[in-house]
């Protein structure tokens, strides 16, 4: 199993910076690829970013592209979320997630749904 506990959600104002984290452990060698998946009240789950363990591309959702970035940190088993000119739009639930595909795969060929997710953390956007 893979276990993904994510940090760092809270209230902000439109336009605010916020960086989410989430640290990594258990099978991790079962995984290629780490990512970020949000569900905001009412809506399905959204896959937001993704990127492989071993680097290569990073993979957006046109609704977060040129705001978020997403990184990681193999020596911390760690992934981030950096979120720049948060809109009320991207109130929701933000679930860390893990993947058995590499992350281009994961972003052309599947990207509604992950192997593993977390907890979640909670993001809400003030206007």
């Known amino acids: 199993q893979v276990q993904l506990v994510e940090s760092g959600g809270g209230l902000v104002q439109a336009g605010d910076s916020l960086r989410l984290s989430c640290a990594a452990s258990?099978?991790?060698?079962?995984?290629?690829?780490m990512g970020w998946f949000r569900q905001a009240p009412g809506k399905e789950l959204e896959f937001v970013a993704c990127?492989?363990?071993?680097?290569?591309?990073?993979y957006y959702a046109d609704s977060v592209k040129g705001r978020f970035t997403i990184s990681r940190d193999n020596e911390k088993n760690a992934v981030y979320l950096e979120m720049a000119s948060l809109k009320p739009d991207d109130t929701a639930i933000y679930y860390c997630a893990a993947d058995r595909r590499t992350g281009s795969s994961w972003f052309y060929l599947g990207a509604g749904s992950s192997d593993y997710r977390g907890q979640g953390t909670q993001v809400t956007v003030s206007s």
């Open positions: 990127m492989s363990w071993s680097g290569g591309g990073k």
């Open positions: 258990g099978r991790l060698f079962a995984t290629q690829s």
